[in-house]
């Protein structure tokens, strides 16, 4: 074919170089940037492991998308878990995206943590939204199998917090 790629002999790849290598070290090694556990610089690799994630599903490589993810969720902490869950949001990884959401609303101190951080104030309507109804429990169906929204009820009135709560029901 007369791709541009066959025409120059070459491809051109625009990512950061660093991220790069570290791609083509885990598709011939099955190995990420090194880390030790007890290492406080280890959280400077979370933005590396994001950057690969994405380079992962740029290049549908599953399996580091996973391995990435897996470190991240490892990782995550009060003050990057709000990063880390626009990221997961961004990319629509469901599984990470959950555990962020898990990890922010663990415990009040941590609830209060992530409110009080300067990136809460920059977050999308929907994530705060997710991130409140998570909070308190997805509001499921009670344990005496009735319904807040029983048969009949006209969703055309109802706020998109009901909307959210009658379909978990």
């Not at 709000?82 to 959401?101: E, G, M, P, T, Y």
């Not at 990890?103 to 300067?118: C, G, I, L, N």
């Not at 929907?126 to 909070?135: G, I, K, Q, S, W």
Request: proline share 2%; hydrophobic share 40%.
């Amino acid at each position: 074919a007369n791709m541009k790629e066959t025409v120059q002999r070459s491809v051109c790849i625009e990512e950061d170089a660093d991220a790069v290598a570290s791609l083509l070290k885990f598709v011939y090694s099955a190995e990420l940037p090194l880390y030790d556990e007890d290492d406080l610089q280890t959280q400077a690799l979370v933005p590396c492991w994001q950057k690969l994630a994405l380079l992962g599903d740029k290049y549908e490589i599953l399996s580091l998308v996973e391995a990435c993810v897996q470190l991240i969720k490892k990782h995550l902490t009060k003050q990057n878990v709000l990063d880390i869950l626009q990221f997961s949001h961004r990319v629509r990884h469901h599984v990470l995206k959950q555990a962020c959401l898990r990890f922010a609303t663990q415990d009040q101190q941590t609830r209060k943590a992530v409110h009080d951080s300067p990136l809460f104030d920059s977050l999308d309507a929907d994530l705060v939204r997710e991130l409140f109804t998570f909070a308190n429990g997805g509001c499921k169906r009670r344990l005496n199998d009735s319904f807040e929204f029983p048969h009949g009820t006209d969703w055309r009135k109802l706020t998109h917090a009901q909307l959210q709560r009658a379909t978990d029901e």
